[in-house]
């Protein structure tokens, strides 16, 4: 089999959904961390103060923002990597797979 083509939007689609599944993962890391640094913060200030909020709000936000993201630079890296691969596939002949 010899891959000759890569269908530009179906690649940048596909890339779009692994790279906001690598958001998430790294939104709930940061949402962790700053649940955490915020639950310590509050220990040991005014628990109402601003800085309680902004933790909360800074965690929260992190599993929102990040896999939109993450998935718009999947999007785009996988736009640019498939129409760099289609032309070098032209130039060489593709890519060789061995299957079973």
Known sequence: MII??????SLAKVMAVIYAGIGLIAGLIF?????????FGTAFQDAN?????FGVLFGVGA???L???YG?????????TSAIYNVA??????????VE
């Open 89 to 98: 596939a032209r130039l060489m002949g593709g890519l060789e797979l061995e």
């Open 67 to 69: 896999p939109i993201l």
């Open 49 to 53: 103060g601003p800085e309680a909020i």
């Open 72 to 80: 718009l630079m999947g999007f785009l890296g996988g736009l640019l």
């Open 63 to 65: 599993v929102i923002v």
């Open 31 to 39: 949402s962790f961390f700053a649940l955490l640094g915020t639950a």
């Open 4 to 9: 000759k083509s890569i269908r530009v939007l």
